[in-house]
């Protein structure tokens, strides 16, 4: 089975998902992250119909693929493969990067087979640029970060609008939202694609972490770095 996050970024307070994985029999109710509700399931291969109950009213997702019935509703649809499924457990991404790149919305181009092991993998709500794929809209199938594709990732963490991931060099590497500086980058406003945490280099870094709008992290000598909201 592939995990695969379902999100609604249309409004409403009580959201729920339904769908043919579910033989349309119950609904599984969305968590707010950010201005986005999302839900991750697990999905046999195939194609699979699905739409939400806002607020107490049937509706689907215009901004997805969709399907109509023959009753002529529409649902929102999604295919997984076999393949997929496969490459997800064995750790391979030949059918996941174009997905970060051109399925959602990103930059990326065709799969690459020499990608290392340990690669970064991100899905869900894109606001800010928090997946790291060079955009900011949402995936819902686990897809490559591909900006940092040469790198071994030894660790992520993630706050309300921003991510870090920590290399096997001791690197750290921020994007996302930078409103209160939580990317430790000159720059304000948002970042959409991993930016190496400079004002660290030269003391590897072991550990890191994330508050909703703030960063830390502990070097190997047990040095304590914060950034971002005080």
Partial sequence: MLPVVLSWGHGGLDVSVTGSFHDWERTVPLRRIGPEQSVMVYLEPGTHEYRFLVDGEWKHDPTKPTVTTSTGDVHNVIEVTQKMIDDWNNGRVLDLRPRIGKGCGGEGEDADPSIPPRSLFACGG??????????????????????????????????????????????????????????????????????LVEDLLGRPVVQIDCGFHSSAAVTGRGELFVWGWD
Avoid at 141 to 154: D, S
Avoid at 160 to 165: D, I, T, V
């Fill in 126 to 195: 894109g606001e800010y640029g928090r997946l790291g794929g060079g955009t900011d809209k949402s995936c819902p199938i686990p897809a490559l970060v591909q900006y940092l594709e040469r790198h071994i990732v030894k660790a992520v963490a993630t706050g309300g609008s921003h991510s870090l991931a920590l290399t096997d060099k001791g690197e750290v590497y921020a994007w996302g939202s930078n409103s209160y500086g939580q990317l430790s980058n000159p720059e304000s406003g948002n970042h959409m694609r991993p930016w």
